[in-house]
């Protein structure tokens, strides 16, 4: 089975592995098991989607 918690520790740990702050890993990590949890069924994250969810937060 696989969910929102697999995608928050997946990008997580991507965060980890290029040094990102863990403020900014957490906010990253969080809305990306969000915007999976948008769509039925199993979904990767888009990385488009979530940088442009990302650049919202920095505006």
Known sequence: MS???DT???VASAC???G???TLMA???NMAG???CEK???V???AAELKAEALKLLK
Do not use: M, N
């Open 16 to 18: 980890v592995a290029q």
């Open 34 to 36: 969000g915007l999976v």
């Open 20 to 22: 990102v702050e863990p």
């Open 27 to 29: 906010a990253l990590a």
């Open 3 to 5: 969910g929102a918690g």
């Open 44 to 46: 990767p994250v888009d």
């Open 40 to 42: 039925p069924g199993v």
């Open 8 to 10: 928050v520790i997946a």
